[in-house]
């Protein structure tokens, strides 16, 4: 049986994780949270294995999510899992650096329910399937 693979959401805002956290149990994955991008690190090293997506908030306080963005891409451990921006950044100078930075797909707040899915089954590579 294959292991059920987790999805990382780096978020301060709880609400904003439980909505991920939603998303992500309608696709019968696990998910791991961290409040911040210290937390996130921190939750990356004893788990890295497991896991298959990160989603990144931008703005956060201790470590920010672009500076969490290019440690992960910078890590051999760590380069190869996709990162999602899930962020309030919306200005496109700020989308166009966290691409060129690693990110493999940028969503905008505030989002809905069924785009977070739509973009989480494209960062994982199932984006084009019917439900």
Request: glycine fraction near 6%; charge should be negative; charged fraction near 30%.
């Amino acid at each position: 049986m294959n292991k059920i693979m987790k999805i990382l959401s780096v978020d301060d805002s709880a609400i904003v994780r439980k909505i991920i956290r939603g998303a992500v149990e309608v696709l019968n994955y696990d998910l791991l949270e961290a409040s911040d991008g210290l937390e996130g690190k921190e939750v990356l090293q004893n788990h890295y294995e497991d896991i298959g997506l990160i989603l990144l908030d931008w703005n956060m306080p201790g470590m920010n999510g672009m500076e969490l963005l290019m440690e992960i891409k910078k890590e051999p451990k760590y380069s190869s899992i996709p990162v999602m921006m899930v962020t309030t950044e919306s200005e496109k100078e700020n989308i166009v650096r966290a691409i060129k930075a690693g990110a493999v797909h940028y969503v905008v707040k505030p989002f809905t329910m069924e785009e977070l899915i739509k973009k989480i089954l494209e960062c994982l590579g199932q984006g084009d399937q019917d439900d």
